[in-house]
């Protein structure tokens, strides 16, 4: 093995590979509309990776939906689709992630942006769908994900016990809870039995 290879893989390991990792963004696409409804799939903005791993976009759309790709340098598959009504939410918290704060800055942050008025929450119900799944399980080439588990959160901004009638964490398996009751960040978690 070359002296270059050697080192680069010594010390660049994450850089060397992570350009090898990256899909082609059609596969990409295809596996991040696996999250969304079948009837969603059609026209969304997709969100994925290029070359060199920046996350950018890799569809525009005018549906509903936002979806996100899997992310290459994680274990596993896990892609997601969410309500475009979210986005400023979700992109504001990719933002604090890439300037290195962490989850309880990041929470401490939004929140005081939702109270002053700079960052806006949905004013309705608003959805994220999740699919996760095994990289065994997972065709790089086709983008197809067989035996995935899907979570449905629904986005309710300060909702409560109260309002809605919902425990606040679950009594059964796949019993839709309320998760951050009260806050800004108020959401159902649905998670149903793995598969």
Known sequence: MKPSIILCFLFFAGNCLSAQTILPADVQIKTALLAAPPDQ???????????SGKLVTLQKGTGNLVCLCDDPKEKGIKVACYSVKLEPFMARGRELIAEGKTEAEKHDIRTQEVKSGKLKMPDAPSFLY?????????????????????????????????????????????????????????????????K
């Open 130 to 194: 999740v699919l996760t799944g095994t990289d065994e399980n997972y065709n790089k080439t086709t983008g197809d994900l067989k035996d995935g588990n899907f979570r449905y959160v629904i986005y309710m901004p300060y909702a409560t016990a109260e309002s809605t009638g919902l425990p606040t964490k679950p009594f059964v398996p796949g019993m839709p809870w309320l998760m951050d009751a009260g806050t800004y960040g108020a959401h159902v978690m649905i998670t149903p039995a793995k």
């Open 41 to 51: 799939r059609q026209n969304e903005t997709v969100l994925g990776y290029d070359p």
